[in-house]
């Protein structure tokens, strides 16, 4: 066959493949997947738009960026029609809100393809919060670089149709960034742990640990961020960094699913009081409360998952210690037994020449009698 034959073939080939997956990417299951994804991504939109009280868009966490990103990184880039139906619906029906409907959902499948791409690329991918490099990188490229893709083409968009004045760009991008790299660093690793695979099953002990941990980390968050704290606060008794030894306990005693959940349950409750006029990250406005409590949960909640994987490495270092110990402790058994029967079976063959030259003293002894006893026949 001739060269353009094969390059016929080949290209046949990869189209057929091509055509296969897609068969495969639309069959009823796939389908089903991208429109359960859909949906929740739609419910996170409405999810994180209900934490909008100071501007109908302005939030201090957008959850449906860290689906996307979660989604992205466990089930691969095919699942970007499910990002883009779902950011499409969610600023469809928003009233009162000029939607151009390829900008927005377009960016945030730019920002989740990104953040998922330098995740798996420098960070390994699902696997980046088992080791605390790990974790510094998904902060880098998942919580700060990918999030500036959607607040920029989206101020960008906002300020070309006249819809913010040029003195409110900086703030407004900045918030934006804010809400999109905390979905990323809260809300994605919480579900990449949860979907990822098989979980530690916990003994009684150590459910009855959690369930300290968890009531006391609401008890103090309570405190910090409850009704409480508008009376507590005037002598600057309680403040933030109370809840701080609930985070590290949890990072140290528990898995990184844990941890990640606690620091939502701080996030939770850290955003109710602000919302409502409590605790400690109360200024002159609420946006720059918002702005001081993002910037507060962005740091412990790095701290907590870098504690997290930090104790995951030494617990794989320890267990690669004790499989080498157990190794090397099974070698050296192995040599024990092998040194114990060579010693056996030296002490048997020096046992056979002992008695061997024994044998042969012996047959001297009785050839020299006989020769003595010939010698004297001889004689007489």
Not at 66 to 88: D, E, T
Not at 108 to 136: D, I, P, Q
Not at 276 to 286: C, D, E, P, T, V
């Amino acid at each position: 066959m001739n060269r353009a034959g094969h390059r016929f073939d080949r290209y046949g080939a990869d189209n057929f493949s091509l055509v296969r997956r897609l068969g495969d990417s639309l069959s009823p299951k796939n389908l089903g997947f991208l429109a359960g994804l859909t949906l929740f991504y739609f419910v996170g939109g409405r999810l994180g738009l209900m934490l909008a009280f100071v501007h109908p868009y302005v939030t201090p966490i957008w959850v449906p960026s860290g689906i996307a990103l979660a989604a992205f990184i466990l089930y691969g880039y095919g699942v970007w029609p499910a990002v883009l139906m779902g950011c499409f619906l969610d600023h469809a029906t928003r009233s009162g809100l000029v939607f151009n409907p390829f900008s927005i959902p377009v960016a945030s499948v730019l920002e989740g393809f990104a953040g998922a791409y330098l995740v798996k690329r420098y960070a390994n991918g699902a696997k980046a919060f088992e080791t605390a490099k790990g974790v510094f990188l998904f902060v880098l490229f998942a919580a700060v670089c990918a999030p500036l893709i959607n607040p920029t083409i989206g101020v960008f968009f906002d300020y070309s149709r006249g819809m913010i004045h040029p003195a409110d760009v900086p703030f407004r991008w900045l918030t934006w960034w804010l809400a999109h790299g905390m979905g990323n660093l809260l809300i994605a690793p919480f579900l990449i742990m949860l979907f990822r695979g098989s979980h530690h099953a916990m003994d009684g002990s150590e459910m009855r640990e959690l369930s300290a941990l968890l009531i006391g980390l609401i008890f103090v968050s309570l405190l910090v961020f409850g009704p409480l704290a508008g009376s507590l606060n005037k002598d600057q008794i309680v403040q933030a960094w109370l809840c701080i030894p609930f985070l590290i306990w949890a990072g140290f005693c528990f898995c990184q699913l844990e941890a990640a959940g606690t620091t939502l349950i701080l996030f939770g409750s850290a955003i109710w009081g602000t919302l409502h006029g409590y605790g400690s990250f109360m200024a002159k406005n609420l946006i720059t409360s918002l702005v001081l409590l993002d910037t507060f949960i962005g740091v412990i909640g790095t701290m907590t998952l870098v504690v997290a994987a930090m104790v995951v490495e030494r617990r794989r270092i320890e267990g690669e210690l004790l499989a080498t110990h157990s190794l090397l402790r099974e070698a050296v058994d192995r040599k024990e037994r092998d040194l114990v029967v060579t010693v056996r079976a030296l002490e048997v063959e020096v046992t056979g020449h002992v008695q061997t030259k024994k044998a042969l003293r012996d047959s001297q002894e009785r050839f020299r009698q006989l020769a003595d006893n010939a010698k004297l026949d001889d004689e007489r």
